[in-house]
């Protein structure tokens, strides 16, 4: 059973484009992490949200967490290749494990 | 600053022969895990280690056994590899506080033939 559903799968836009994809759950997480992964390389760590309704920057990069830390969406302003890569969300539900979701990879095209 | 390390970075078996990955931190994490990653699959738990001395299962732990060596080695062994185990394997560890990401190696592309 996969306990977070990430959309769309895979996501192909132009440099300069904006993009959001999203993290779903029916279950509530203590906290939500996004990690992002690029080819040959292990996932790294982008940003935690953990309070309900929580909107975090990075950059270009907004995170938000749902009200009822069931779900999450990562919005991207005007994209660059450089944002190409593979974006998993995982919830922490404790004892220290994460539960991935099967990730959106987005495509920025130059 | 190593982070985590894996070895070895790729591996080709045959069905039957055994293996064993290595995985090593040195950020004195006391949580490491075993993660396999097939394509459309997402990230898979195979096993876990809480704590050194400690082992638990994961989502996916068929086929497959970990030894937490000490507090820094943790290593996942296939006794008879099979085709249906070929893929990339990552290594993570984490401290115990709450909400603390997992760092992760840059996995071993496992082929079995």
């Known amino acids: 059973t996969q306990l977070l559903e990430q959309s769309p799968q895979f996501l192909s836009i132009q440099e300069g484009e904006n993009l959001t994809v999203y993290c779903n759950s029916s279950?509530?997480?203590?906290?939500l992490q996004w990690y992002r992964q690029e080819p040959g390389e292990g996932p790294v760590l982008l940003v935690t949200?953990?309070?309900?309704?929580e909107v975090k920057k990075l950059k270009r990069l907004t995170f938000q967490f749902g009200d009822a830390r069931k779900d999450s969406s990562l919005h991207i302003t005007a994209a660059q290749p450089g944002d190409t890569g593979l974006y998993l969300c995982?919830?922490?539900?404790?004892?220290?494990?994460?539960?991935f979701g099967k990730g959106n990879q987005v495509v920025v095209i130059p | 600053n190593a982070g985590v390390t894996q070895t070895p970075k790729f591996q080709v078996l045959k069905t039957g022969q055994s293996m064993t990955l290595q995985c090593a931190q040195d950020?004195?994490?006391?949580?490491m895990y075993w993660y396999r990653q097939d394509p459309g699959m997402g990230l898979r738990l195979i096993y876990y280690?809480?704590?050194?001395?400690?082992?638990d299962k994961g989502e996916v732990p068929n086929g497959y056994n970990v030894s937490r060596l000490n507090k820094r080695e943790f290593s996942l062994r296939l006794e008879s590899a099979a085709p249906s185990q070929t893929s990339v394997y990552f290594c993570?560890?984490?401290?115990?506080?709450?909400?603390?990401?997992?760092?992760f190696g840059d996995g071993t592309r496992l082929s079995i033939l």
């Open positions: 993570a560890s984490t401290g115990t506080v709450l909400n603390q990401p997992q760092h």
């Open positions: 279950s509530v997480f203590s906290s």
């Open positions: 949200v953990v309070t309900g309704g």
């Open positions: 995982a919830g922490a539900g404790g004892n220290n494990r994460l539960a």
């Open positions: 950020m004195n994490h006391n949580s």
């Open positions: 280690s809480a704590s050194e001395g400690t082992t």
